[in-house]
């Protein structure tokens, strides 16, 4: 489970205080994916990246009693001077596992070729989203965080293998999606929530969640 106890997050601006959570309890339990719901500029990845251990909270406690991924989208792992194949081999050993696997899938699934044994850092945009998406799969996390879904740069391809293998995790793991749409959440969430004024207020299903925040929004 993940769970958040009373944390508190916020940021200034320059000109006013910005509050993510204020004083936010909620849990995340294995087998129950999480949508949530914000608008733009109201602290998604902020939200995200402390339950993936990136950000601290200014208050409270955070506790990971399972294996949480890094976000989608998050390269801080990811050496640019590596290629992808010295990358996927370094972040397998940290998390030992087998290299020759790690390294297989991830040549494999994001299909970039040749670029594979080149420098992360001459990559597109794209490329780098492939690599890291297709790391991210590799590892097996119990619970799988994602900013505003996969990046529009990825092809459809990539979209429906990857999706094809992420949809077949989630039988096992649990996914938080954290979006401004909620279509993006709809095939991989039992549950929603609205960010809202550093609150999340959590319903049963997404429509009922969808119903506060279009009236908010």
Same mark, same amino acid.
């Given at each position: 489970?993940l769970?958040?106890?009373?944390?508190s997050?916020?940021f200034?601006?320059?000109t006013?205080r910005?509050?993510i959570?204020?004083?936010a309890s909620? !849990?995340? #339990? %294995? @087998?129950?994916?999480? &949508?949530i =719901?914000?608008?733009?500029?109201?602290?998604?990845t902020?939200?995200?990246n402390?339950?993936?251990?990136?950000?601290?909270?200014?208050?409270?406690?955070?506790?990971?009693?399972?294996?949480? !991924?890094? #976000? %989608? @989208?998050?390269?801080? &792992?990811? =050496?640019?001077?590596?290629?992808?194949?010295?990358?996927?081999?370094?972040?397998?050993?940290?998390?030992?596992?087998?290299?020759?696997?790690?390294?297989?899938f991830?040549?494999?699934?994001?299909?970039?070729?040749e670029?594979?044994?080149?420098?992360?850092?001459t990559?597109s945009?794209?490329?780098?989203?492939?690599?890291?998406f297709?790391?991210?799969?590799?590892?097996?996390?119990?619970?799988?965080?994602?900013?505003?879904g996969?990046?529009?740069?990825v092809?459809?391809?990539?979209?429906?293998?990857?999706?094809?293998?992420?949809?077949?995790?989630?039988?096992t793991?649990?996914v938080?999606?954290?979006?401004?749409q909620?279509?993006?959440?709809?095939?991989f969430?039992?549950?929603?929530a609205?960010?809202?004024h550093?609150?999340?207020?959590?319903?049963d299903?997404?429509?009922?969640?969808k119903?506060?925040?279009?009236?908010?929004?």
């Amino acid at each position: 489970m993940l769970e958040f106890i009373n944390v508190s997050k916020s940021f200034w601006t320059g000109t006013q205080r910005k509050v993510i959570l204020d004083r936010a309890s909620f !849990s995340v #339990p %294995l @087998g129950m994916s999480l &949508g949530i =719901l914000a608008p733009n500029g109201t602290g998604k990845t902020t939200l995200i990246n402390m339950m993936a251990g990136l950000e601290k909270p200014d208050e409270g406690e955070i506790y990971r009693n399972c294996r949480v !991924s890094f #976000p %989608l @989208g998050f390269m801080g &792992g990811v =050496l640019p001077k590596l290629s992808a194949n010295e990358n996927a081999r370094y972040i397998a050993q940290l998390y030992g596992l087998d290299e020759d696997y790690v390294s297989a899938f991830c040549r494999w699934l994001c299909g970039i070729e040749e670029y594979f044994d080149m420098p992360v850092g001459t990559y597109s945009s794209g490329m780098r989203a492939r690599f890291n998406f297709s790391l991210m799969l590799a590892l097996e996390f119990d619970i799988y965080l994602i900013d505003e879904g996969m990046p529009a740069s990825v092809d459809a391809e990539f979209n429906r293998r990857a999706g094809s293998i992420l949809a077949d995790r989630l039988k096992t793991a649990t996914v938080v999606i954290v979006s401004h749409q909620a279509k993006i959440l709809e095939k991989f969430v039992q549950r929603a929530a609205v960010l809202r004024h550093g609150q999340l207020y959590h319903f049963d299903t997404l429509e009922e969640a969808k119903q506060l925040y279009d009236y908010a929004t």
